[in-house]
């Protein structure tokens, strides 16, 4: 893999702390992070995605409430699992994958019911200082996304994955306030899922080259992270790691980095 002098390859926080409340019917019975994107499992997608960058350890943090079916998922997961499995049904064996080479934790998430208590639990559980989070309910089948973000992404410097605006999309989104030109822009200020009345109203103040919508893929710093622990104690309400970046914002550099492969989210 050719890479740019930046590049970094760091360890990978795959958060998947939710209990899938969007998709309700189903997800009591089945991780959402389960549910199978063109013939596999989101979370198989994702850990060939983590695995892409040349990555050498992930950990997957979970809900509590699926724990019973973590030692099934991490035994699939595992290294030369799938060659085991093509020997037991007879079957030709395939070539290796980058994921063979990845180490995959597993950890129930503790604290707080958030997006950002995943991430923190984690970086406690990596202990390392820069680190990549990829949240695993937005599924990338060409796992190509935490790549971009990886390429684009200043060293030392915090990063989210974005893609074009789009305000019939918002309110499931973040909507990132952009400033400079792409591929890389700068964060001015972000807002959590605005309804369409209110996208709107930004489109015709900002334009659509300056907003951009928040994907589920992160790099994070250490002073980030320290930032995310606080504002988490702070709220007593359930804490939001895109608003946790926007404060962040306020004072630190965050670059926005653009993607136009579409993802397929696995709660709605």
Known sequence: MNRPPN??????????????????AWSPYLPKELRPVCGRPGLAHIVDEAAAIGSGHAVVVHHPYYTPLTDWTRQVLAPGALARYRMLTNQLPGRPSASDLLQVDFIAQHG?????????NGA??????DLYVIFADNVDPTHTALSALATAASPDTPAVLAAPFDATAAD??????????EPVQRLVQ?????????????????????LKLLQGRMRATPGLLR?????SRKTNSEPKLSLSLASYAQAHRVDVVTSTQPMTDLGS
Request: hydrophobic share 40%; charged share 20%.
């Open 7 to 24: 590049f970094s390859v760091l360890p990978v926080v795959i958060a998947a702390g939710g209990l899938g409340t969007r998709v309700s």
């Open 112 to 120: 707080r019911y958030a997006d950002v208590t995943s991430v923190l």
């Open 124 to 129: 406690e559980h990596l202990r390392t200082g």
């Open 172 to 181: 499931h989104h973040g909507v990132i306030v952009c400033a400079g030109r």
């Open 190 to 210: 972000l807002i959590e899922k605005p309804d369409r009345e209110h996208a709107l109203r930004l489109e015709a103040e900002h334009g659509t080259a300056r």
């Open 227 to 231: 930032h995310l622990a606080a504002t």
